[in-house]
């Protein structure tokens, strides 16, 4: 299977170019999300949590009707904080969504590598990605 080689520069070329809306919190969806909602979290100058999620196995296929939910951390309770929730990719939206509708009260923006979200930094990969931080 052929993938599509994105270096961090790229990502942080791209990220830096987003207009992203201001929040007051970064949420990333581990594991896929660790290190670009840690880049997020970086140039936001903003807190940094992490959900965790199983949904996909190692060849990328589902293996539960809706994503698990692992750990998830404990929120401060001030449900007026602006939350920037973040994965490498999003083809389903069912992580997303089902990470979103924990965060039910406050505002959450979403930011995806690549597929559907509110902010997608590469949405003319249609192939599958060799992130820079993925070892295959």
Known sequence: MSKTPLSF???????RACQLPEVDLVIGIATGGTV????A????GCDLLMVHVNYR??????????PLLIRMPGLPPDTSLRILL????????????RVK?????????????KGKGD???FPEVGTCVQWPWKEE
């Open 41 to 44: 979290a970086h140039q936001l």
């Open 119 to 121: 902010f997608v930094l």
């Open 9 to 15: 520069l790229q990502i942080s070329q791209r990220l």
């Open 86 to 97: 973040v994965d490498d990719v999003s083809v389903t939206g069912k992580t997303l969504n």
């Open 57 to 66: 196995d190692e060849q990328n296929k589902p293996r539960y009707d809706d």
């Open 36 to 39: 670009p909602a840690s880049l």
């Open 101 to 113: 509708a924990l965060l039910e009260g406050y505002r959450v923006y979403t930011l995806v590598m």
